[in-house]
């Protein structure tokens, strides 16, 4: 029997061009896999002895659990090259060719701050709504814990992301962290945005909020006041613990699926109107200019988007062989209905796994099977929300767009594989 008959007999025939096999190889990849665990070196090292761990006592405990120092090469990307006088306005993006799963650990979470991170005494700290309100109230850090409480898991990212690579000539070579890294996914936990809205009494004449932060740049933005009674939240806890001083302790506005920065941090005043106040930070940027000169205002949902990251810059391949094509697919819009992966640049297209739970306004693992051959290849992704929204080319979104546009981008990302393994950014 010939090796291409063994390869088709352990894997199935490809179900898209350049080596993509069906998703539903995972239900039997253990068994197809199985002979690489149980060699006869492997069994041998086994009985040849204790190793040094076991040796002698581990570690002391620590008050806050500390990553391994194994992995602490896996640390946020903090941009370089900052003009002086500019070292606390600006962002520190995700590394997310090094994660697994949805959930990014509170110290990996991105950060975006227009000036700098304030040391907020929780039991100072006040939240007011007022406006349009029938009773103008004051909601305290401790007031607001005796509410109940909900739990949800959402994604979060900055308008501005992916914008280096926009409406760039030339693709940049860096990593998907580099590129896509103003995004990270939470578990968040706080009180219902509509409950304390019922409480206060909102004007129906009252379509917009403004929201207030409490730092030094007074960060605010206008949010219409359908979201504000649909999902939105004052959150106060993130994955589990106390939100953290960069991601807006000791309360902040959460917005799923809303752009980052309209989720508020430090979150101290709300405010009901008829109209949006068009503050500095939603006319000065996060706007879209058109062909025609016109520019779009409030464009508050983040669209349809995925990243593959792995492989990708710097996940290189180590040889021909079997691997999983992995990534993170997400939209404003809700669920992710479907994810399909092309190995050709687009010319053929296979539908991707999709890890448990698929959640609205969250991150979605998705996952693939591919028989790489060792020849140059084009991967890409896809994604396809419950609304039918279609994650467009690079090209497609760059014609909506007048230049030096780098808002809300969410194109397809395309890696390009060469012979020697080496992942690289293009365009296609």
Known sequence: MGKKQDVTELFGEPVAGNGLLHRRFFLQSSAALAGAAASPALAESIGAG?????????????????????????????ATNVPPAREVTGSIRTPLQYLEGTITPAGLHYVRNHNGTPDIDP???????????????????????????????????????????????????ATAGDLHGLLSGSEWTGVKLSTLLDEVGVDPRAAWMLAEGADAAGMSRSVPVWKAMDDAMIALYQNGEPIRPEQGFPMRLLLPGFEGNTNVKWLRRLKLMDGPMYTKDETSRYTELQP????????????????????????????????EISGVAWSGLGRVRKVDISADGGKTWAEAALTNPVL????????????????PAVLMSRTTDEKGRVQPTHAEWLAQYAPRQNFHFNAIQSWAIGANGKVSNVYV
């Open 360 to 375: 609205p306004k969250a991150l979605t693992r998705f996952r693939l099977p591919w028989m790489w051959n060792g020849g």
């Open 292 to 323: 025609d000169g016109k520019a779009r205002e409030f464009m508050l949902q983040m669209e349809p988007k995925s990243v593959i990251l792995k492989p990708s810059f710097s996940v290189d391949m180590q040889g021909p062989g079997y691997y």
């Open 50 to 78: 204790s190793p040094p761990t076991m040796l002698k006592p581990g570690a002391q405990f620590n008050a806050y659990g500390m990553p391994s120092h194994w992995r602490d090469n896996i640390k946020r990307i903090l």
């Open 123 to 173: 039991s100072k700290h006040e939240l007011l709504i007022h406006g349009m309100v029938r009773q103008p109230s004051i909601f305290t850090v401790d007031s607001l814990m005796r509410y109940p409480m909900r739990t949800e898991i959402h994604f979060m990212e900055c308008a501005g992301n992916s914008g280096g690579i926009a409406g760039a000539a030339m693709p940049q070579q």
